[in-house]
């Protein structure tokens, strides 16, 4: 699969986690993480994004510039969301498949599972857009 934001190579990495086992896909030139929607049901407490998202936070910055970026599964433009509380960040999110990260972006959602964060945005999304449905 290829990286939305840079086109570089994504490259599967599975952790072990007290409550199984997540793959997650992350980019191997702009360190950027690929969350399937899918994959998104487990981890809260043993979930460290220290070892998942150990990018640049330099390089996150600067990709994070990119914007309209398509969904890897799908192509569809993904849907792009200011974080109210960082309005410099932005977060890209397929309410299909999944959602996009820049590299050092996930160290903010240490304390939620993925799906937690995954509905955070989706959330954020849908206060920002009432009128969108999907
Ligand atoms: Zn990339
Ligand atoms: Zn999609």
Redesign the pocket.
């Known amino acids: 699969m290829k990286c939305p934001k840079c086109n570089g190579e994504l490259a599967e990495q599975t952790f072990l986690t007290q409550s199984g086992e997540i793959v997650i896909d992350k980019c191997k030139r702009c360190a950027g993480i690929w969350f399937d929607k899918g994959e998104a049901e487990l981890l809260r407490d043993d979930w460290t994004s220290v070892s998942v998202d150990d990018g640049d936070q330099f390089l996150g910055m600067i990709y994070n510039e990119i914007r309209n970026i398509d969904?890897p599964?799908?192509q569809?433009p993904m849907k792009s969301i200011n974080d109210p509380k960082q309005t410099h960040i932005l977060y890209e999110i397929?309410p299909?498949?999944g959602f996009f990260m820049d590299s050092g972006e996930f160290s903010d959602f240490r304390k939620l599972s993925v799906k937690e964060a995954f509905d955070y945005i989706l959330d954020m999304y849908r206060k920002d857009h009432p009128d969108d449905t999907f």
């Open positions: 969904c599964r799908c569809q397929c299909e498949h």
